[in-house]
């Protein structure tokens, strides 16, 4: 059939979606869709850092505000968890398509940047012209977007949660780490906590190609060892991750069905 091709252009692609299920299944499904196989394994576990009292003792503090930033679903579910609906700008930005959708679940109008990362924010001039901006999102989270905006408004912080990695990350990556021939790297965090689980598996995993969202996180991936190809999908999103996977794909020679798929 003609579509053939297509439905098997991700033949024999193993990749590692370091993500919880529900926030993974998704790619997995447009993965399998070409024929490719996925396993979503969670490498982070996200812990509050704060409480409700003094979040709002915080935006008590800061008046009115021109727009307000989420840098993360995470950050959104934090937020309405421990504030319900409070009154946010009429301006807001979400970074990346699922923040914005995230929002949008609460009743919020949000728009995420043409470029889905903090490079993509400072390019926007409402949110440099903008005389006072709250920043949701987790601890140390997002530096150069901190320090760029704190010069040219007044800028209020609210760090919602921290990032670990995964206390059974390596267990749940021993069974399939030899399974794995691409790894997905959303953040420099998650490819750092995939690799530093344990020394063999990390080993192993330095050896796959990776999709990245940016030149930041690949260059950071080079830090740690690889020299595997690194593939751009940028803006970042499930869309940007299938694309990168089909323009680079290429299944190796002489690869078959292992008999423990």
């Known amino acids: 059939m003609s579509d053939e091709p ?19 299944d998704g790619l997995r499904l447009l993965i399998e869709a ?4 996925a396993r979503c394994v969670p490498a982070l576990d996200i812990v509050p850092i704060t409480n409700a009292s ?35 700008p009429r301006t807001v930005f979400g970074v990346g398509s699922a923040t914005v959708d995230a929002l949008g679940q609460h009743g919020v109008a949000a728009r995420a940047p043409q470029r889905q990362d903090s490079e993509g924010l400072l390019a926007e001039s409402e949110l440099l012209g ?9 601890e140390g989270g997002r530096g150069a977007l901190r320090e760029r905006l704190d010069q040219t408004t007044r800028l209020i912080v ?11 990350l390596p267990a749940r990556l021993t069974s ?11 953040s420099a965090e998650t490819y750092t906590a995939l690799i530093q689980c344990d020394a063999q598996i990390g080993r192993r995993l330095l050896g796959c190609p990776v999709v ?18 690194a593939w751009l999908a940028a803006p970042f999103g499930d869309a940007a991750v299938l694309e990168a996977l089909r323009a680079h794909w290429v299944q190796p020679p002489n690869q078959c069905a292992r008999d423990d798929d």
């Open 212 to 229: 990245a969202p940016s030149e930041r996180v690949i260059q950071h991936i080079r830090t740690l060892g690889s020299n595997a190809p």
């Open 176 to 186: 399939i780490a030899d399974w794995v021939n691409v790894v997905l790297a959303p």
């Open 130 to 138: 903008a005389s006072s901006v709250l920043l949701l999102t987790g």
């Open 34 to 37: 070409l024929g490719g196989e």
């Open 54 to 88: 003094a979040v709002q003792q915080q935006l008590g503090e800061t008046g009115d505000l021109d727009a307000a930033v989420f840098t993360s679903v995470n950050a959104v579910t934090y937020w309405f968890a421990l504030t319900g609906v409070p009154r946010l």
């Open 158 to 168: 609210i760090e919602l949660y921290r990032r670990r990695p995964g206390a059974a």
């Open 6 to 24: 297509v439905a098997h252009a991700l033949s024999g692609l193993r990749m590692l979606v370091p993500r919880a299920p529900d926030r993974g």
